[in-house]
């Protein structure tokens, strides 16, 4: 048996190209990661990852994971090419070091609450080696909800931010708006995070590109620092909802259909942070 850090399969809609299912199976850690992407693999709209553990063991070829109401993969991952130990080290030099695979056996997921599903028999696969490195077992709580970042939504160089977020003992929510009235571009991203069947680490999210973001997120015009700030996003989001300064509260209608659920985002008032670096403002 190898010592390998990762198997991966990726897995386009058959009925949509632009949606795909990305499995990544950590043998030694212990965990097994589902991913359903929607709009594009590289800027996708709106996605869902799953987390769960499995025993933690040695590669020996075989994939049996159950993510429990939402699918299996059930199947032998056999590599394309076989090496010797001395080819193997040299393979092992490479910067990212990746072999190509044949997995078969039966595929069959589909997302929380989404009737969109995957079924398969054959698909190519893709194996990380080890390459000597210590890999331990690390399939606690934290460990899987760790294993969901890294993908998704993303921004980084706006002026403007605010940040709302509310929690309760079964789900964590969060809203986020990031733009620049100067070239009038934002991006508005929503996160649900929470247990699914008890035992699934999700995150839920999508991702918006407003056509206007002065059109989207309206600023009180009182001082520098505008004392209320409102949203009013386009679908999948719905209604609307006011940031208030003085209470640093993020309160109305607005919520999101994320794929598989409906969620309120301002309702209850979420805790918020409002940010504004624009040149000239305060």
């Known amino acids: ?8 399969i ?7 190209p632009r949606n795909a299912l990305s499995l990544e199976i950590f043998p030694a850690e212990g ?24 025993p933690p063991a040695a590669f020996d070829g075989v994939l049996d994971v159950d993510f429990p109401g939402l699918g299996e993969v059930s199947g032998e991952v056999t590599p394309t090419e076989t090496r010797g130990a001395a080819a193997e080290a040299g393979f092992c ?19 929380a609450g989404d009737p969109r599903r995957w079924r398969v028999k054959e698909v190519e696969a893709s194996i990380v080696p080890s390459c000597g490195a210590r890999l331990e077992q690390r399939n606690g ?6 294993h969901l970042g890294g993908f998704g939504p993303s921004f980084s160089g706006d002026f403007i931010r605010l940040f709302a977020h509310r929690e309760t003992r079964a789900r964590r929510v969060e809203f986020v708006a990031v733009g620049d009235r100067i070239e009038n571009r934002g991006t508005l991203i929503a996160i649900a995070t929470e247990w699914v069947n008890g ?3 999700t995150q839920r999210w999508v991702r918006r590109v407003p ?18 700030v409102t949203v009013t996003p386009p679908a999948p989001f719905f209604g609307r909802a006011v940031y208030l300064r003085r209470t640093g509260k993020f309160t109305g209608t607005l919520g ?22 624009e040149p000239g403002s305060a």
């Open 10 to 16: 990726y897995l386009p809609s058959p009925t949509n």
């Open 31 to 54: 965990v097994a990661v589902a991913r359903i992407f929607y709009g594009g693999h590289l800027e996708p709209d709106s996605g869902a990852n799953y987390s769960i553990a499995i």
């Open 256 to 277: 999101v259909h994320f794929p598989g659920l409906k969620v309120r985002l301002a309702h209850p008032p979420a805790e918020a942070i409002f940010e504004d670096e």
């Open 141 to 146: 709580p934290a460990s899987l909800f760790h």
């Open 93 to 111: 030099e490479q910067r990212y070091p990746s072999e190509s695979a044949t997995f078969e056996g039966q595929i069959a997921f589909h997302g």
């Open 199 to 201: 035992e699934i680490a």
């Open 211 to 228: 056509k206007s973001f002065e059109g989207t997120v309206h600023f009180a015009q009182d001082d520098d620092e505008p004392s209320r």
């Open 1 to 8: 048996m190898r010592e390998v850090e990762e198997v991966s």
